[in-house]
């Protein structure tokens, strides 16, 4: 046995980092069949491995360096799924949340000090302040869930950073108190840097992520892009001496809107912070609790049952008393309260600092009482509120269930079909259909490539595997399943209508067709064939920049769009586009459709950032394109002919595109129409092909140049 522990701890690296991926690979198995939340098995595995348990490995230089990034790495992930427009919509609710969750607890756990443990004034106030924080631990919990938009979480939150935040300013006011040298100039300083520093980030990081986002599409030049922004947030805050996960969070919050939820370049932020650094820093966690402490005697029971009970019963009142006061569900007031319980790093932190104050010559502010409370304190509330969080989830989950009276979603129809041909284009397409897709549906999406049955058939076939085997991969990265096919047909358009009835899809997503030179016919032979003998929607697109850097999306709506069949579902997917993208989106069109749109998005949609413009006619595109930024979207909703939104105004619509919008981001919806149109049923009444322009707009035309070259 003493051979046995003579290689304890372990000092390779090697060896170090395969234990710890063995604990963060069994310890969720082991949970799942115990029914406890992943979450306290790391902590409780580090306490194991721990120099205060079994000894097998050092609390480290690597503990440190993983730990601190996995904090900062929660810490950018609750910043980063936060929605904005809600966070301005209750910022009221974030103030208020946020000093209950500080004051109160803070207040209770001095006069506990106080009263019970006859600690001194500044030691009291320092454990007030270590109560009146708490770390965001079972946050994982919640992006496992799904519940990261969820009212609550955004206000558990932004409360937490609001209360970490005071309480790092009341723990920097005590460390002045031992200070000679600082007063009012330096507490002016203090709040100068802090303000400079946060309109740094607001100037700068929008326009970094812009320039880096619009020119660099490799995925891991992306991930190493935003770490690097996350860290030197975190770096700069800590320059001002202020904890470094403030930065962190900031740097999230600005970037959330340049990283859409359900893209690939999120899913690779959470999995890698989900899968590594967040379990190292749990782990790091629990090898600091020492459970031998509790065995010293009553009297160390006896400090922390008190300062666990009296900071958690502050954290509850805070959370159960603001649910009420917001009329909230019982729910939403466990979730509160779960996640705002915890302590874990910024408590150590504080103690640390306490450590280093000198009260009395050989005598500091925190002794080794203090010290073993708090950290013994941090395993008791780390479990309470991974419990308590767990179960709120699960609470909240069964309760959307069973309100969720839309009857749409279990008749929805959708299923996306993607028409790619270009390499360059088809990943934005991806993207595109990956933003406008119902999640809750998890259905397939459809990619075609069809070729034409010509002599060079075979390799172009060869072209399109690879083509498609390429979105396949980078649909995988964002957990979108993805059906493909390569089809060989004479006619393009008849290709992609057969391949659209054998899958059974709803919409078609394409790029748009790029010409050359100018055109006439700008929508070409095969798009005007395919519009013509599909009734389904149809979007084509043209991408000038990523579509994660747009600001706004600009709709076109034609008068008498809102009696086509087809109104409210690319309404739908261009409201999910905004709410993914967290961009304005802006209508223009006559009031009798706007007041529609309000109804709809405010009933379906209420948080995105929506304005209504009147547009009285088809003649104002031309002054509309004067508004038209290089990142907007600019978007018309267009018809077929013969159906009740058509209007003579669309025959010139190719001609104002071309002229007026050419190297804009442009979108062009065809919407659904009523019947179904098969290619084998011609008769004397409904042709089989209609062109683009009849002989009787030719004749117009010729005259109308005629006319002008006499006047001339």
């Known amino acids: 046995m003493t051979n046995i522990m003579s290689y304890f701890p372990i000092e390779s690296p090697t060896v170090i980092f395969f234990v710890v991926l063995l604990i963060i690979l069994f310890a ?21 491995i721990g120099e205060h348990g079994l000894n097998i490995l050092e609390r480290d230089d690597s503990f440190e360096l993983f730990g601190k990034v996995g904090l900062l790495y929660i810490m950018f992930l609750a910043g980063l799924e936060m929605d904005l427009e809600s966070v301005k919509k209750n910022s009221r609710r974030f103030l208020l949340f946020g000093m209950l969750t500080c004051l109160i607890p803070m207040v209770l ?63 920097a006011a005590l460390s002045a108190a031992y200070d000679s040298s600082t007063g009012i100039t330096f507490w002016l300083l203090f709040f100068a840097k802090f303000v400079a520093l946060i309109a740094l980030m607001v100037w700068s990081i929008p326009k970094l992520a812009r320039y880096f986002l619009r020119r660099y599409s490799d995925a891991i030049m992306q991930y190493i892009f935003v770490l690097s922004v996350m860290f030197l947030s975190a770096a700069l805050s800590e320059a001002i001496d202020i904890e470094g996960i403030v930065g962190a969070f900031l740097s999230g919050l600005i970037l959330s809107r340049y990283i859409p939820h359900v893209s690939p370049l999120m899913n690779r932020i959470e999995f890698i912070g989900n899968a590594l650094f967040i379990p190292y820093f749990l782990i790091g966690v629990g090898m600091l609790i020492n459970v031998g402490t509790l065995f010293k005697g009553t009297h160390m029971l006896w400090i922390v049952f008190l300062i666990a009970f009296f900071g958690t019963f502050g954290k509850a009142v805070a959370a159960y008393l603001s649910s009420l006061l917001f009329r909230l569900p019982k729910a939403a007031g466990h979730m509160m309260f779960g996640l705002t319980c915890a302590h874990a790093a910024g408590a150590i932190a504080m103690v640390m600092i306490g450590m280093r104050l000198e009260v009395s010559p050989g005598q500091y502010l925190v002794n080794d009482e203090i010290l073993n409370g708090v950290v013994i304190m941090i395993l008791i509330t780390c479990i309470i509120s991974t419990l308590m969080t767990e179960h709120a989830a699960q609470q909240i989950i069964l309760n959307n269930r069973q309100h969720s009276t839309d009857p749409a979603v279990k008749t929805d129809d959708e299923k996306i079909m993607l028409c790619v041909k270009y390499p360059e284009i088809a990943p934005q397409l991806l993207e595109l259909a990956i933003m406008v897709r119902n999640a809750k549906l998890n259905r397939s999406l459809v990619a075609v490539n069809v070729v034409y049955d010509d002599d060079k058939s075979a390799a172009n076939r060869e072209h399109g595997l690879q083509l498609l085997e390429r ?53 070409g032979e095969f798009l005007q064939s395919l519009y013509n003998g599909l009734n389904r929607q149809i979007v084509l697109t043209r991408f000038v920049q990523p579509l994660n850097t747009l600001r706004r999306i600009q709709v076109v709506v034609p008068s008498r769009a809102e009696f086509e069949p087809g109104f409210y579902r690319w309404l739908e997917r261009l409201a999910r586009m905004a709410g993914n993208l967290d961009c304005r989106i ?4 006559r009031n009798e459709s706007l007041e529609l749109i309000r109804e709809y998005v405010n009933n379906q949609h209420p948080t995105i950032r929506t304005d209504y413009t009147f547009m009285a006619h088809w003649n104002e595109l031309p002054r509309l394109a004067e508004t038209i930024r290089e990142d907007h979207m600019f978007v018309v909703v267009t018809a077929r002919k013969g159906t009740i939104s058509y209007k003579n105004a669309l025959e010139r619509l190719p001609n104002e595109l071309q002229q007026h919008f050419s190297g804009k981001n442009l979108m062009i919806i065809f919407p659904d129409q009523h019947g179904t149109q098969k290619e084998e049923s011609m008769t004397f009444t409904t042709a089989q092909h209609q062109e683009e322009s009849s002989i009787y707009d030719t004749i117009a035309r010729w005259i109308h140049r005629s006319g002008k070259v006499k006047s001339e």
């Not at 302040?129 to 992006?143: D, E, G, H, K, Q």
């Not at 802006?586 to 069109?589: E, M, P, R, T, Y």
Request: aromatic content about 8%; glycine content about 8%; hydrophobic content about 50%.
């Open 28 to 48: 969720p198995i082991v949970m799942g069949k115990l029914r406890i939340p992943h979450i306290i098995g790391m902590v409780l595995a580090g306490m194991a």
């Open 109 to 171: 756990t001095y006069v506990m000090s106080r009263w019970l443990l006859a600690y001194s004034h500044t030691a009291s106030f320092l454990l007030g302040c270590i109560m009146a924080s708490n770390t965001l631990i079972a946050y994982p919990i919640i992006s496992r869930y799904g519940l990261q938009r969820d009212s609550s979480v955004m206000l558990s939150v932004g409360s937490s950073m609001l209360s970490l935040f005071m309480a790092l300013m009341m723990l």
């Open 471 to 523: 979105l396949e991969q980078r649909a995988s990265a964002s957990d979108t399943h993805m059906q493909t096919q390569v089809r060989l047909s004479s006619n393009i358009a008849n290709g992609i209508k057969h391949a659209f009835r054998e899958f059974g899809c709803s919409e078609i997503i394409m790029g748009m067709h790029v010409h050359t030179d100018v055109n006439p016919k700008f929508w």
């Open 586 to 589: 802006q209508f223009h069109g």
